[in-house]
């Protein structure tokens, strides 16, 4: 559903018993909260409970400041593993993108951000190579140019420039969009559930360099996309989407990366919606996508 | 999730209001009913509420009349318009299947009802041609042959028949499995939310006959199947289920067909395994799939 | 295959019988010609014979004006009715896009025009609404407002203008991305085989105003998109590609809508791509998608 | 298309250079060969020439001895590492399908083959448990239950006993319909481009055992099937086809299972049937399916 009303956004992780949809529910209804969506979840292998329920912030009678504070009374009761969020649609989320060469992903969320289609603050873009800054300009967005040498340590002088460029926007969305530079494992840990990637392949099929060309050399029959969140183990974090695009014997490697982009767009910009609208939910390897 | 536990299903819909999840929520709660699956939505709409819960039948301290007799009293709360139903898992629902000469959508369901993937209790197949009776026996169905005249007459004292053949057992799916015939508006009446078909189009496209030629004539280059509750307007009922296939310039009617029934047999399967787990909340002409 | 060298296509239709591809091919052969592609078609109902051949230029000992003189002469054994045409892919294919309001099928195909994935030179885009002049104009290419008004007057006023802005450019495609307005049936005669519209749902389902809404109203469970040449019978004309996208009881229309956009761009995308490619042959109201 | 006249199938490899199209149907030509279906493909990566041609029989003024007599001789003109095949359609292919305990593949070959949409002689089914012998036998064919020991040498033993019940037919197809043992290479050599398995995940990822399983583990949203022919290397052998089915959070470990059989079956179907009509020309690794 394509609420447009501001809302409170509550999403709530811990081990699984007997009433605690009544318990959230039961605390909203007593303040009249007028919920818009609800999900619910059971992981029956790990006994988790997982919930998600999008609130008409006009509904309660208090701010997110209260609401806050009168549902960590609820979330104490549920355990002291409880993990639990709330957000308010109101806040627009802050993004920084990172990229390289290869503009067909950048081009795809300028022009959803541009049409209102994503609702993002992009508040900056940054490339390691020149390319992409005009058309990044062209769209009112700023765009810094960060060359990364090959050397060790110029890669590393490198990446602290980006870190402090990314972090000077405390954004919740870092978002690789081909940006094809792994991140060194202390940046991977300190934007834990924020930095998304999009792999060209279907994971765990084809992880690392060139997954069009193994893909080929392997002939299958399908080839893949892989939107997910970045960790210390290069393309083995939690994923947020997939799909895939039919291809047969006369499609050689460029036909499949002409193909593969369409798919990479499409994945890329479902996994960042469902990552902005406080969808998704991480347990381990695997998520709950609501 | 496929729970092997006998659970109770809970299905509702009402009139939205704030507070209706908490309400059965906390009534579930207040007995110690353990949530396995939950599923509400709002239609912004119509302005209703649907809910579905499938609950552990052991976690509650009572049977499944007086689950009923309880919820009756929470329902009455929810207004006038609501409609519920609870169902035991432990209840095998019955179902018999119509078929023509056609056997695909038979044989698949036969299949799966053989080897326990779908949990139904078949009680007949009836056929308007002899053909798929030995296939039928051969898994222990009786089948029975009526046969339709071309006559008005003839056709409706075949149609008695079959009524007749049907209520004996009082089924709660009467699957018309590519049954070619169609049924007289007082059947659709009496079967109303029990009688599912499958249509070998993409509907509303090419509803009626042939829809296969019909595809062929227009060009198109996806193809598909649609399993619907039977209606007194012909291939109009509400839909519970669809796909599609992609064909091109090399398929031909025939091709189409062979294509088409691998599409025809997983949409009635998928549709026919919702409306047996009460998944399926009709709201005029439109579907909730929990 | 995605070559790069230049080379002829040769596309044929004709009433099938014993020998053409040997008479084509030999004809080939006996220059020298390379063929790096080729696809052959007969249709059974109609019993016509299609072809489509891609030659590598620097392999014929001749160029483009003496290839069509001399295969004019294969092509005349070959009866009164049949039809070719050979291009050159040196030679860039010119369009001209028309839009309303909403850009996304813009902004995808500048995307894809400016990464150098769609061949084809872009020589301007005519608005009925000025709203898509600024981003056109960022990528460097003229945007024409030709506003539309609502008396019958002032539109074919309005279209006489788009008809001169359109045909001094003499396009091979004339995409109609999103246009909104029912071009009248002398323009759909003149530009017959060059004009080609997206239309926002699954055809022959939808057709007219609104899809999206009456897609939501009919409650079908996957909404798709269509690109076909335009004809004088609305949503009617020959097909070049579809493709759907799932949907389920959670999607209001504004979700169908954005949904729907993503399959909209990339129908459209593929649609134009085979007919600047010269891979579409049209015979009645069905197409060969080589 | 869906011929149902008789056919002689030509398939080709042979390394690419100009005139063969023209040689091969500039031959059939000559004899007023009626070609119903054609294709051709180049690989640019290994510069091989593939194609295959499907000749209406009464067209010809010889028989099939002699059609491969004379083309023996076109052939031998396009180099010594040319290799072809030409089938009769007249001739039914003969088939011996293994399996094991899982009935569902096994159901739906039977449904496809007693429904005649398969064509092909199935001459037995072997299973190392006994549990789907009615079934087969239900349809007319025979049924062999050969117990699979644990220990090496008893599987050593009904190893030999399989291919001796399975080379007694000579068959064209050994299909391996979840058969769950691993064949010795002893036998993937003798049965080399003959025995095709399915197996239940999309290759090359989830290889090995309990596929569903891996796949629950990684969290991946789309879970396959791959259909390929058995090599040495365990499920490592050339692609004949692939497909996926989309999944999510709410699917554990048995849903996975369950919604994989539907692709399993399907893979294994169109698989089977494009080895059965000759489409498949593996090289190296990879496949051409025409």
């Known amino acids: 559903m394509s609420s447009?009303?501001?809302r409170f956004?509550?999403?709530?992780?811990?081990?699984?018993?007997?009433?605690?949809?009544s318990r959230v529910s039961g605390f909203l209804a007593e303040h009249g909260g007028w919920i818009l969506e609800a999900g619910h979840h059971t992981d029956p292998t790990t006994g988790w409970f997982?919930?998600?329920?999008?609130?008409?912030?006009?509904?309660?009678?208090?701010?997110?400041?209260?609401?806050?504070?009168?549902?960590a009374e609820v979330a104490a009761e549920l355990g002291d593993e409880a993990e639990w969020q709330i957000h308010d649609t109101a806040e627009k989320r802050r993004a920084v993108i990172l990229v390289s060469r290869e503009g067909h992903c950048l081009h795809d969320l300028l022009g959803r951000i541009g049409s209102g289609e994503l609702d993002v603050d992009l508040r900056a873009v940054i490339g390691n190579h020149p390319e992409l800054g005009p058309i990044t300009e062209a769209h009112g967005i700023p765009f810094h140019h960060v060359p990364f040498g090959s050397a060790p340590e110029a890669k590393a002088e490198a990446f602290e420039q980006v870190r402090e460029l990314v972090e000077a926007h405390d954004p919740q969305a870092i978002v690789l969009a081909r940006?094809?530079?792994?991140?060194?494992?202390?940046?991977?840990?300190?934007?834990?559930?924020?930095a998304i990637n999009i792999h060209h392949s279907f994971l765990p099929s084809f992880a690392g360099a060139r997954p069009y060309h193994q893909a080929y050399e392997r002939g299958v029959k399908l080839i893949g996309a892989t939107c997910h969140y970045v960790t210390a183990e290069l393309d083995a974090g939690p994923i947020i989407?997939?799909?895939?695009?039919?291809?047969d014997h006369t499609d050689d490697v460029p036909d499949m990366v002409r193909k593969g982009r369409d798919i990479e767009k499409l994945v890329l910009a479902r996994g960042?919606?469902?990552?902005?609208?406080?969808r998704v939910l991480v347990h381990g390897k695997r998520t709950v996508v609501f």
Chains 1, 2, 3, 4 share one sequence.
């Open 179 to 194: 940006f094809m530079q792994v991140l060194p494992a202390e940046l991977c840990q300190r934007w834990s559930g924020r």
């Open 4 to 6: 447009t009303e501001r």
């Open 241 to 247: 989407e997939q799909d895939v695009i039919r291809v």
């Open 50 to 71: 997982f919930t998600r329920q999008e609130v008409r912030a006009d509904s309660l009678p208090f701010g997110l400041a209260e609401l806050r504070e009168r549902f």
């Open 272 to 278: 960042l919606r469902s990552h902005l609208e406080h």
């Open 9 to 21: 956004v509550i999403s709530l992780g811990c081990p699984d018993r007997t009433g605690i949809v």
